[in-house]
């Protein structure tokens, strides 16, 4: 269950029925990455257990320690490290930029810190390397894929790129998407976004400010000739991934097969306090309602 507690980042309750407290007002991984290491007290059959961090270190109780490295191998193990490395055509040094590391942590859905201790703990980096990518906060990262323009810090922003195409992601209802896209603008190509639209989306370019372009693309890297477009889900969600499609063509020769097309979908999540959907339905079948 979430919901908002003061000073703890999760519980495990043993009493009873058995369950899961975790604190609502922490950042989607951070909920995540609690609830694994919960899960771990209860797999682990370690009774009733507080939590006020998360990584403890080495001098923590055993039990501690044992639920922090289940929660790490059920969040990111390293099959799935690699397959996200590869799909993105990354390599550990690629890893070292705060830009890289946070979209892994997106796609991982835990947070940036336990990303980088995901890396040591793989040992795909040292502690020296964990500790320079960890100077760089993940507010000033997505401040630099928005160009400032962040709302609510606590809440991600997924950079979808060719990489993407064909996947489920699973944003936060109100995280932001940006779809970065190469821009042929210059031989006559637009990105029509008339397909995305009728599913719901809202989508807008996003312009670098002048003078902050060069800020930005020093952080979040590249430097070629792209578009970005700021995506936000439909006000009333399904509960079955919606499918993001935008087609490049030229806009007065409609009836051609688009240049180019970018093709995703996105499963939201609502992390609202209380009982989660799936865990209302088991308990109303448990009591034999429907």
């Not at 906060?137 to 894929?145: E, G, M, N, S």
């Not at 792209?226 to 969600?237: E, G, K, R």
Request: hydrophobic share 40%; charged share 25%; aromatic share 8%.
């Amino acid at each position: 269950m979430l919901r908002p507690l003061e000073k703890l980042w999760g519980a495990f309750i043993s009493e009873g029925l058995p369950g899961i407290l975790v604190n609502s007002e922490r950042p989607a991984g951070v909920i995540q990455m609690t609830c694994a290491h919960e899960l771990g007290h209860f797999v682990l059959n370690h009774g009733t257990t507080t939590d006020e961090q998360l990584d403890y270190s080495n001098s923590a109780a055993r039990k501690e320690l044992e639920a922090d490295w289940f929660a790490y191998s059920l969040m990111a193990p390293r099959w799935a490290v690699a397959k996200i490395m590869k799909r993105k055509g990354w390599a550990v040094a690629d890893l070292a930029h705060p830009f890289n590391l946070y979209q892994l942590s997106l796609r991982l859905g835990i947070s940036y810190a336990a990303t980088a201790w995901s890396l040591q703990r793989l040992k795909l980096c040292d502690r020296t390397f964990v500790e320079e990518v960890l100077r760089v906060q993940p507010a000033v990262i997505k401040r630099a894929l928005l160009t400032g323009r962040l709302g609510n810090p606590q809440r991600d922003v997924w950079l979808l790129d060719d990489a993407d195409r064909d996947l489920i992601l699973e944003p936060r209802v109100d995280d932001q998407m940006l779809v970065r896209l190469k821009d042929h603008s210059g031989a006559g190509y637009v990105w029509d976004t008339n397909e995305a639209a009728s599913e719901g989306f809202t989508i807008e370019p996003v312009l670098l400010p002048p003078g902050n372009a060069g800020d930005a693309d020093a952080l979040i890297a590249g430097g070629e000739h792209y578009l970005d477009y700021l995506v936000s889900p439909a006000s009333i969600l399904t509960t079955s991934p919606t499918e993001l499609q935008l087609d490049e063509r030229k806009p007065w020769d409609r009836s051609s097969a688009p240049r180019d097309t970018f093709g995703t979908q996105a499963q939201f999540e609502d992390l609202a306090t209380g009982l989660s959907s799936v865990a209302k339905r088991a308990l109303l079948q448990g009591t034999g309602h429907s």
